[in-house]
């Protein structure tokens, strides 16, 4: 059978060494609880933490969870304005819809900014990759101002014009970014056709739309149909003879409208022809070595009626003849006129019927309604 041990009470002196090293290795502990039991010192400390807090307390914490969260969808959306470095941002991330600078304004608004600052920030979207020296950011809209600032910034070598402020749009489709560009500069300063053209076609050529004709309708959807038809005839002119005119941004609507008819009607290959041999240094001398072009095509051969003597008149002109009268090539006379109760076009001509007529108000049907 085994014995028992016999259990002996710690002595005074026992009690005293055991107190002062438990008291030694707690002397980390507040003050106030010094010499509680640990339990107790943990479910103190706890309960410290722990603490409800008071109305005005919980209403501070909400509003700055519920800044925070409008902070971050400002960001999402591209709402949040920063500073950039210029040498962050590439201008020629996209081809550029407007073709002519003019310097003038551009020293205007350069002069605004230095009195005023920039009144209005320029917007950028990432780039996936780097740009051409390593810029991180790619310029949707706000090209002078970028211009204005750079040339402050050369000027002046003040630290102030180092950085821009921008919005940092969401990364969106080449489609989209070529809308924001262009509703930038229709609303600023509107485009010529022959810019309004180019753009579509370019546009169309990088992928962004399936062809010319959905460029257009996209890129220009809040102008009427009659707007949508004169850039595509801009766009034509572009696509066939963009790398020949010299003066292109020079044409009138009147002058590029006749432009486009004749391309149309096959007068690309003469018309090229005739601008290789010339040099204008203008857009009045470059259409006077089209305009001849166009007026051969009109003319027309005529077989001379059997029997008699030919007719001497003189041939009769084709094209515009004054500002209310265009004549077509086959022999119609369009003239405009006003009264009291709007607008008047009369044709004139054989070689109109009922079937062209109809034909004829189909189209401006087309071109009236939006």
């Not at 591209?78 to 941002?89: A, N, W």
Request: proline content about 4%; overall charge neutral.
């Amino acid at each position: 059978m085994a014995r028992r041990r016999r259990l002996e009470a710690p002595s005074t002196a026992d009690l005293t060494r055991i107190e002062e090293e438990f008291r030694s290795e707690t002397s980390g502990r507040s003050a106030a609880l010094r010499g509680v039991a640990p339990i107790a010192q943990v479910a103190a400390e706890a309960a410290a933490r722990l603490q409800p807090e008071d109305t005005g307390a919980r209403a501070e914490r909400a509003r700055i969870e519920a800044d925070a969260a409008r902070l971050h969808v400002a960001q999402e959306q591209g709402l949040l304005m920063v500073e950039l470095p210029l040498d962050q941002i590439d201008e020629a991330a996209m081809i550029r819809d407007r073709m002519v600078m003019s310097e003038e304004a551009i020293l205007e608004l350069r002069q605004s900014i230095a009195a005023h600052g920039l009144r209005l920030p320029i917007e950028v979207f990432e780039l996936e990759k780097p740009g051409r020296a390593g810029q991180c950011y790619g310029l949707l809209s706000g090209y002078r101002r970028l211009l204005a600032v750079r040339g402050l910034r050369e000027l002046t070598q003040a630290e102030k014009y180092s950085n821009i402020r921008a919005l940092i749009r969401p990364r969106a489709s080449s489609g989209g970014a070529f809308v924001s560009m262009i509703e930038e500069n229709e609303v600023r300063e509107e485009l010529s056709h022959f810019e309004r053209g180019r753009i579509a076609v370019i546009a169309a050529r990088q992928g962004a739309f399936a062809n010319t004709e959905e460029a257009v309708e996209r890129l220009f959807a809040s102008g009427s149909k009659a707007k949508r038809s004169k850039i595509r005839s801009f766009a034509l002119i572009f696509e066939e003879l963009g790398d020949m005119l010299q003066c292109p941004e020079g044409l009138t609507e009147r002058r590029g409208l006749q432009l486009a008819m004749a391309l149309r009607r096959g007068a690309e290959r003469p018309l090229r022809d005739a601008l290789s041999r010339h040099a204008p240094d203008n857009a009045d001398a470059e259409w006077s070595v089209i305009e001849p072009v166009i007026r051969s095509l009109d003319e027309s051969p005529r077989d001379a009626r059997r029997g008699g003597r030919p007719r001497t008149t003189a041939p009769l002109r084709y094209g515009w003849i004054d500002d209310k009268t265009l004549r077509t090539s086959s022999g119609i006379t369009i003239r405009r006129a006003t009264d009291s109760k709007g607008h008047i076009l009369r044709l004139e001509g054989e070689a109109l019927n009922s079937e062209l007529m109809d034909s004829l108000m189909l189209h401006i049907q087309s071109l009236l309604e939006r």
